[in-house]
Nanobody, 124 residues
Framework: QVQLVESGGGLVQAGGSLRLSCTAS????????MGWFRQAPGQERQFIAG????????WYADSVKGRFTISRDNAKNTLYLEMSSLSPEDTAVYYC?????????????????WGQGTQVTVSS
């Protein structure tokens, strides 16, 4: 059983930065791609960033490209999301998820384990 635990969310002013972390249990973290998703109130959960199993390839939703950076430390079983130039439109619950494969995708259906989410609120 894999457990994912997000941390680092909180309240930040527009233009500010936050770093989210996602720590995974188990010894197979490095074998799978990982992703970050977010869900704003009244909206569907959407993909925002993905990273392959080695960390050598990353991909982003257009809405966060150039502002967010996904990374991973396989030795620490930890996934990160560095967020900068935050705006109120980034307010959401942020979830990390483990892909079913080494390369991942931007579709929710391609991820089999999910964290409980961490709230990010950006004030104007």
């Amino acid at each position: 059983q894999v457990q994912l635990v997000e941390s680092g969310g909180g309240l930040v002013q527009a233009g500010g930065s936050l770093r989210l972390s996602c720590t995974a249990s188990g010894r197979t973290f490095s074998n799978y791609a990982m992703g970050w998703f977010r869900q704003a109130p009244g909206q569907e959960r959407q993909f925002i960033a993905g990273i392959n199993w080695t960390g050598g390839a990353t991909w982003y939703a257009d809405s966060v490209k150039g502002r967010f950076t996904i990374s991973r430390d396989n030795a620490k079983n930890t996934l990160y999301l560095e967020m900068s130039s935050l705006s109120p439109e980034d307010t959401a619950v942020y979830y990390c998820a483990r892909s079913e494969t080494t390369w991942g995708s931007n579709r929710m259906a391609g991820y089999d384990y999910w964290g409980q989410g961490t709230q990010v609120t950006v004030s104007s």
